[in-house]
């Protein structure tokens, strides 16, 4: 079997810390037996086409000159984040889908399976499963289900383009709600978390240990980083030292 991943954020290297969990999730499907290549987002100075890991990893430019590929500039706000605040560089974003469902349709044609990350990701699948004919299974993260759909426009796109997916598997039960509320049918909804590697996060064997806060997410004000650190006084008030 064979599984092309289709995806806007990716790391731009090994070790970048962009989109670290969607490499995570190719690299354990990988070691799972299933043959794998990834079509993701190009930026400026990052090869079009490598092997990372033995993976293949075809990256499609997008804008010319290469230095006005600007679409990550807020890095892990993500897309929606991006266009919102230099709304000028929505010119790029019918160029990315283009090239996107073009490398996409040629690709997929060798898979079994389309693994679409985000639904601008599925929206590139299925503008080309004419051509490919393969099932397409979308990943909703969160961004593209909360932000692109505050718009009637944008809820009616991630409409149309989810529900010629062959399957959506979204991160949460608030996710799979708010998929739901989009009209989608409930059934098609499935929630899979994001994995964890046992092998190097595991439960301590000392749970005597002094109390640790974790924050996980991206450090930006929609994460809700904020609302942590408004309430350390109170936690400190509670839980001294």
């Not at 990834?38 to 075809?58: D, L, N």
């Not at 430019?61 to 605040?85: C, D, Q, S, V």
């Not at 961004?143 to 010629?164: E, H, K, W, Y």
Request: proline letters at 6%; one cysteine or more; a positive charge.
């Amino acid at each position: 079997m064979k599984v092309c991943f289709v995806t806007t954020a990716f790391p731009r290297w090994l070790g970048d810390g962009q989109a670290a969990f969607v490499w995570q999730a190719v690299r354990a499907v990988a070691r799972q037996g299933v043959q794998v290549e990834v079509i993701a987002m190009h930026s400026p100075g990052v090869p079009t086409s490598e092997y990372m890991e033995g993976i293949r990893i075809t990256r499609p430019r997008y804008w010319w000159p290469e230095r006005w590929e600007l679409l990550r500039r807020e890095g892990a706000a993500g897309l929606p984040a991006t266009w919102r605040k230099y709304p000028w560089l929505r010119l790029q974003v019918f160029p990315l889908l283009l090239v996107h469902t073009l490398v996409t349709a040629r690709h997929a044609r060798e898979c079994d399976l389309i693994h679409a990350e985000w639904s601008f990701s599925a929206a590139a699948a299925v503008l080309s499963k004419w051509l490919h004919r393969k099932p397409v299974l979308a990943t909703l993260q969160g961004s593209d289900i909360f932000q692109v759909t505050r718009s009637s426009l944008g809820s009616a796109l991630t409409r149309q383009v989810l529900s010629r997916c062959d399957q959506v598997t979204v991160l949460s039960r608030a996710l799979q709600n708010a998929t739901a509320a989009v009209g989608l049918p409930a059934g098609q909804i499935t929630i899979v978390p994001n994995g964890v590697d046992t092998n190097h996060f595991l439960p301590p064997e000392n749970r005597e240990r002094e109390k640790l806060i974790l924050y996980v997410g991206s450090f930006i004000e929609r994460k809700g980083v904020r609302h942590l650190l408004d309430a350390m006084p109170q936690v400190l008030e509670e839980f001294p030292g």
